[in-house]
């Protein structure tokens, strides 16, 4: 499940009182209940850096 959307169900589980705790709790649930996967870039950064100095002028 993409970040944003858990985060927004979380926040509304604990609103509902279906979910409780803090930061901390809610961390230790997604932990229990989702595969986390980290997702880090790679390759050529060369066309990021052109296109960032372009929009920099």
């Avoid at 296109?51 to 920099?56: E, G, I, L, S």
């Amino acid at each position: 499940m993409e970040t944003t959307a858990l985060g927004n169900l979380l926040v509304q589980a604990r609103a509902a009182g279906v979910a409780s705790g803090g930061l901390d709790a809610m961390r230790a649930l997604v932990r229990q209940t989702q595969q986390i996967v980290r997702y880090e870039p790679r390759g050529d950064d060369a066309p990021w850096r052109d296109a960032a100095a372009r929009v920099r002028g």
